[in-house]
């Protein structure tokens, strides 16, 4: 029994702080019985909890007699380490390019700073990882605002929790050729396309227009060496996999500046909607320039990939 007790103590710790971490100094908190009815927990959980984190240092309050309880101090620090106290699961695209190699090692480095860990898996594919997302089988994704805009739009339960700017996920998407004194789409080419990567699909569709082609699905990794080998005419991809990998004997055109490719070259991190510990680690905890830096560290070859 007394082990049962710990256990459920451990967990509403877990649950409080990460409520808390919503909060900043001088806001009200819940009393002991609006969080017992929150947690469907006895009463003396609760008063456990709430004076375990306040003997630790996490937070401090004062009350204000029939006006409530309000925060005079509070560490986020201490407060994400009990809310985030398992392995964190993340994801993002494959690190193909240094940009991704270097918002990898960023978001590990930033993890290690607060003393989480951190497990990042590689998952191909925008549309996988919102849903592993929407189904909360990870606790966050990167992907680009463009994707994340979409995916809202179309009602995925989550949200963007860190925007880090323009060129941060890449430089730009180029339409590439096999043919080098060819310059733009034309009837029965054979052109990739990769269903699932929001971005890819889309810009394809919209440079194709209504031009009668062949649509060939693949992986937008493999569309190199689809053009290479003959298989295919043509296909946008990541312009700066051409780059880092010196990539010869491929014409590419680049794309007409829009606000669709701003978004498409810019890095967010999502969460699912209710799940407010990530939010609010994302928000308070993560210093986004510190991840940018190493980013640009790891492209500039001062900084040896680590994820």
Not at 126 to 152: D, G, L, M, P
């Amino acid at each position: 029994m007394g082990e049962e007790f710990l256990k459920k103590k451990g967990i509403i710790v877990n649950y409080l702080a990460s409520d808390l971490l919503q909060k900043k100094k001088g806001d009200r908190v819940l009393s002991v019985t609006e969080y017992q009815n929150k947690f469907e927990v006895a009463r003396g959980t609760v008063q456990n909890a709430w004076t375990f984190l306040k003997e630790i240092n996490a937070i401090k309050v004062k009350s204000h007699g029939h006006m409530g309880t309000f925060i005079e101090e509070i560490d986020y620090g201490v407060l994400q380490e009990y809310a985030l106290s398992d392995t964190i699961l993340g994801t993002m695209t494959l690190p193909y390019s240094k940009l991704y190699e270097g918002l990898a090692t960023g978001i590990y480095e930033t993890f290690r700073g607060n003393n989480i860990k951190l497990n990042l898996a590689y998952i191909r594919g925008s549309k996988e990882r919102v849903r592993s997302i929407a189904n909360k089988t990870y606790r966050f994704a990167v992907i680009s605002k463009f994707a994340a805009k979409q995916a809202i739009s179309s009602g995925e339960p989550i949200e963007i929790s860190l925007d880090f700017g323009r060129h941060s996920y890449l430089s730009e998407h180029v339409l590439l050729f096999r043919d080098k004194n060819q310059d733009r789409i034309e009837k029965n080419m054979k052109i990739a396309i990769d269903h699932s990567s929001i971005d890819q699909q889309l810009l394809t569709k919209t440079i194709v227009n209504d031009e009668q082609v062949e649509y060939v699905e693949m992986a937008g990794h493999q569309i190199i060496s689809a053009l290479q080998n003959g298989q295919i005419d043509a296909g946008i991809w990541n312009f700066d996999e051409i780059r880092d990998k010196d990539h010869q004997g491929l014409y590419h055109v680049p794309l007409k500046q829009s606000e669709m490719e701003i978004d498409m070259s810019t890095s967010v991190i999502i969460t699912h909607n209710s799940d407010t510990s990530m939010k609010a680690f994302f928000k308070k905890s993560v210093d986004k320039e510190k991840i940018l830096s190493i980013q640009r560290d790891v492209c500039d070859g001062k900084i040896i990939p680590q994820y």
